[in-house]
């Protein structure tokens, strides 16, 4: 049968409903296979959340699976020991999606706490956390959000997610570079399993390595995550249907990015309609659509992007191999291009129409890395980044015209990729030091990803002044209090990413009051 046979792809796209959907099924007709082992050992997870839904995640793993369907139940209440059952369903794990279900709840309660769990073979998963978001039109006192990027497996244990679960976010907001497709790290506290992620059960296997971590479990299930990806989680400095460098070359890179598209779906708590071909899409270059746009309340509103996914590939880089360079553009003609695109152009409308609807408190941007300028080289000229904003100056440059265009309120640009905490101002022109400031942005660290230290930083934070804080060495997380007066964000870092009892301090903490596009150390 060929992969794009009309009635093919219609079973694909039934396989991703039946993971989505609640199926009421006659117990006569529940597949329940007899486990000898826990299905739930990847653990359980929420995201996506909504003022009246959330979509709750596991994948079951255990002896005894095969490629039969397997039923799932599940339950949501208001308490932790399930007296008080709000919902409950069952829905089909299926072969096809590595036995993996996206339940999405709906008709909940507006910013409510709910708690969750499965069960499946005679096992019941453990209880999970989750949360709704705001109405809409209603008022909102504090939100608290916490933001992480980069979790490479071989540089460092995970512990900075149990002092996350300690610091009790409302939601999660993850980057991207959930895993990398990399194995052999120099110096390694620990390794990988499987070699290079190239195929299907490769990235199945990086992320079931992942899932298995004790602390990222916790976390994902104290509260829900709302999830973008980076490239790692396909190819270093891949762009679009363009390979990146690093790795065996393979034959069809589209197949690739297909096959760890589809394991990034099959892990992470995102709705079905991310598959806009369905799973038979992919195959064919069909999208994930990621971004979204979310209101949390009066308070603001949250955006997501996805800079890695539709983006062009970038330009002059050494030797004219794929991926990334730092480049001098006074000598790349491509490099001020306005046609250049990092998110694409549908993207890009959608949006501009979502600033101008964002109305008044807060309005918060996770994208993937470092927005502002970053120049490397010291005194007269310029050596800039390729891969990120810097190489779409013109893309950059639609952004930030729209933020103006549009009066946006309070602009607040979270990021990663960088493995490095970088503060500063979102200018109007970066060229122009004394430009603007249309408001700020805060870069994190990574959970565990190395970084080159600090050697450069203070003549980098010379070189841009845009910028007020950075450091290149600790790892960990940020954490992001909003209120409508205020938005406050403390940089947390583990003392020893090597360390599973790793304890946790705070490096600084910065203040950005409501209407003034300022931040100051707190």
Known sequence: MAPDAPHDRRRLLRLAAAGAATLWLPRGSWSQPRLSENPFVLGIASGSPTHDSVVLWTRLVAPGLDNAPVTVQWEVAHDEQFGRVVQRGQTQAVAE????IHVEIAGLAPDRWYFYRFMAGGATSTTGRTRTFPAPDAPV???RLAYASCQRWEHGYFSAYRHMRDDDPDAVLFLGDYIYEYPGAARPVRSVTGGWALTLEGYRGRYALHKGEAELQAMHAACPWIVTWDDHEVQNDYAGLAEGDSGPRVANFAARRAAAYQAFYEHMPVRAAALTQAIAGLGAGAEV?????????????LILLDDRQYRDAQVCTRRGKPGSSLVDPAVCPAWDDPARTLLGAAQERWLD??????????????????????????????????????GYCAARGRLTQSLQRHGVANPVLFGGDMHENWVGHVKADYARPDSAALGVEFCGTAITSRSDGNAKIAARLAENPHFVFADAERKGYGIADFTPERLTTTLRVVEDVARRDTGIETLARF????????????
């Open 141 to 143: 006192q504090k939100f």
């Open 353 to 390: 129409a979502s600033l101008a609807d964002a109305g008044p408190g807060w309005t918060v941007i996770g994208q993937q890395t470092l927005f502002g300028q970053l120049d490397a080289q010291p005194g007269p000229g310029q050596r800039l980044w390729n891969d990120g904003w810097d």
């Open 97 to 100: 999606l590595a036995h993996s």
């Open 289 to 301: 659509r990621l971004y979204s746009r979310q209101r949390i309340g009066r308070l603001g509103t």
């Open 511 to 522: 203040a950005v009051s409501a209407g003034q596009p300022k931040v100051e150390r707190a």
